[in-house]
């Protein structure tokens, strides 16, 4: 009975500081941006301006939410929790920190140890095109159709090459359980180099990277939403809450992106020398977490630097790097990790 | 020699972008350091001129009405800035001057400038004959109503 209250309380705790991320990231996101152009940014609102996502929720909250004429009301409601919701319930899987003992009983850190692991990751995210192209087509508006049109190519394109990248993953850990992967990484090489399943496939990882900014719709594959191009892609009809649910989808899409790329590539939530991977302690479950955070920041930052350093890819440029360049380069390291996998059948 | 600097085929890192994608990086991260641009302007104004050579450039922010070494104001209700004004923001109410008033026969009983109106062009402080009123480096005034706008004489010698 009280495992069950433990296991409520822990999926409860990582959903609610899940849920605080988008906001901070907003924060960052503008900060950075505007010193990288030379700029202050948001200082007004708070010391150093950190309360200003709190009066962007509160300026999106009281905003009247539009509904345009000609739109099919339904769908056109329903579209932003088809971005949002997938993108939430994929960090279900991530393992966040080490196995933690309470009060007699074994605690995993990580909301759900599925059977299939990796694969359910992909599956839920690739549910937030729907919601991408039901919003865009509800919208009854050409950019919008435009921009839903574009995420539809875009997110079938680059999951290919995801997949691939992924299944390389697979086939160098042999499993697809996330936990038993990144206990997999735990050890060291030569005793200082980490194990990281990035070192093993260095060239799975700048595709799976790639391939993960143009799942999130963000530059330089902003192509969906391209200001400059359609208004505002999909969301252009979209005001007030509905928006701003696209808006955090986005922000959540990121973040269990980055925790999946450091899961599979960069050791999850173990660092040799300073979290022991099977100790059950409180403090070594407090330090794991905290390394898993210092890492999928990292990524994040990554993220919002590459939005401010890159110009947006034509729709060719997109079509072409996806199809005849990230594919192929998938599907030979693909070949060369099957040689590999089976050097001692074959040699 | 132009032409056959066309046909040299670039190395592979740079048609494909891998090169500028490194300076890119390398740049924002580099802009991320700097100091920054921004004035915070309400608080600080901005001195485009180095410190020496800032007495070259005056900034004209809201007026002020000097006064003399006795606090009275310094106005002579000559209506001169009245007329200079090219946005007709200022309205003076002239009146003879009290008793005290040895060095003059007027002064303005009333005083108003309309900041909505005014262009801060600085021609009433150059129509001025006795340096009454001049522009001061405050800036613009913020209010909530159009009343509020309109300052009045002690208003104006506060400032």
Same mark, same amino acid.
């Given at each position: 009975m009280s495992s069950m209250v433990l296991d409520a309380g822990k999926i409860l705790l990582i959903f609610a500081v899940f849920m605080q991320i988008p906001p901070l990231l907003i924060y960052l996101e503008r900060k950075i941006c505007a010193f990288i152009q030379d700029r +202050?940014? %948001?200082?007004? !609102?708070? %010391?150093?301006? +950190?309360?200003? %996502?709190?009066?962007?929720?509160i300026k999106l909250i009281t905003k009247e939410s539009i509904t345009p004429k000609n739109v099919d009301v339904f769908l056109y409601t329903v579209a932003p929790l088809f971005v949002m919701v997938p993108a939430a319930i994929s960090f279900a899987v991530v393992p966040v920190g080490a196995d933690v003992k309470l009060w007699g009983h074994t605690l995993q850190l990580q909301i759900a140890d599925f059977h299939v692991g990796i694969l359910f990751f992909l599956a839920i995210t690739s549910l937030s095109v729907y919601g991408l192209t039901f919003g865009a087509w509800a919208s009854n508006n050409k950019y919008s159709l435009y921009g839903g049109i574009r995420s539809t190519a875009q997110m079938i394109s680059y999951e290919v090459a995801m997949g691939l990248a992924v299944i390389c993953v697979l086939m160098s850990s042999g499993t697809v359980y996330l936990r038993e992967m990144v206990f997999a990484q735990s050890h060291t090489y030569f005793g200082f180099l980490p194990a990281w399943n990035v070192f093993h496939q260095p060239l799975a990882f700048v595709i799976f990277l790639i391939a993960a900014f143009a799942e999130t719709n963000r530059l330089p594959f902003d192509l969906p *939403? $391209? *200001? &400059?191009?359609? !208004?505002?892609? @999909?969301?252009? *009809? @979209? &005001?007030?809450?509905?928006? $701003?649910?696209?808006f955090m989808g986005e922000y959540m899409a990121m973040i269990s992106m980055s925790a999946i790329m450091v899961t599979l590539f960069f050791g999850g939530w173990t660092l040799p020398g300073v979290v022991d991977a099977h100790s059950t302690t409180v403090w070594n479950a407090l330090l794991s977490v905290v390394v898993f955070g210092i890492k999928t920041g990292a990524f994040l930052i990554f993220f919002i630097w590459i939005r401010w350093t890159l110009p947006r890819l034509r729709y060719d440029q997109l079509m072409k790097l996806g199809w005849k360049v990230l594919i192929p380069l998938a599907l030979m390291n693909l070949f060369f990790t099957a040689i590999w996998g089976l050097r001692d059948q074959i040699f | 020699m132009s032409n056959q600097k066309l046909n040299v085929r670039e190395p592979w890192y740079i048609r494909w972008g891998i090169l500028g994608l490194l300076k890119g990086i390398a740049l924002t991260i580099k802009h991320f350091f700097r100091p920054k641009f921004t004035v915070q302007y309400p608080?600080?104004?901005?001195?485009?001129?180095?410190?020496?050579?800032?007495h070259q450039w005056k900034p004209r922010g809201q007026h002020r009405l000097n006064v003399d070494e006795q606090g009275r104001v310094k106005c002579v209700a000559c209506l001169l800035c009245q007329t200079a004004c090219p946005s007709h923001c200022i309205e003076i109410t002239p009146g003879p001057a009290p008793e005290g008033y040895g060095d003059r026969d007027k002064y303005p009983i009333e005083f108003k400038i309309d900041m909505l109106r005014c262009i801060y062009c600085g021609m009433c402080e150059e129509a001025c004959p006795c340096d009454a009123i001049v522009l001061t480096d405050k800036p613009y005034p913020v209010t909530y109503s159009r009343e509020g706008m309109i300052f009045n004489k002690e208003k104006l010698m506060q400032n």
């Open positions: +202050i940014g %948001p200082n007004r !609102v708070g %010391p150093f301006g +950190i309360l200003q %996502p709190l009066a962007d929720a *939403e $391209a *200001e &400059s191009e359609l !208004v505002g892609g @999909y969301h252009t *009809e @979209y &005001s007030g809450m509905k928006f $701003a649910m696209f | 608080e600080v104004t901005h001195t485009p001129l180095p410190k020496e050579e800032a």
